[in-house]
């Protein structure tokens, strides 16, 4: 039974990051203070969802910048999220 459950949990997580770096939905908008204590914010646009905890969500963002490939997963405290926007 451990081995049916390893195997269906390996292929769902193969599956969902597949469609995660090559890009099958549009992504989000995030916005976000830069840190804990500030006004300012942060935007991040076409970022991937990839799940979120009680205090951090996780984000990968795919965007290609100045030629040169800057993949990378953000993290992200709960409390410094300010909007999360899917673009139509």
């Not at 969902?16 to 804990?36: E, I, Q």
């Amino acid at each position: 039974m451990v081995f049916v459950t390893s195997v269906a949990t390996y292929f769902t997580a193969h599956i969902t990051a597949n469609g995660l770096m090559f890009g099958k939905d549009s992504g989000v908008d995030v916005h976000y203070r830069s840190y804990s204590g500030t006004a300012g914010q942060v935007t991040e646009h076409g970022l991937k969802l990839i799940g979120s905890t009680q205090r951090a969500v996780f984000f990968y963002d795919l965007n290609d910048k100045d030629d040169e490939k800057d993949n990378h997963t953000l993290v992200v405290p709960q409390a410094q999220i300010v909007s999360i926007e899917v673009p139509e």
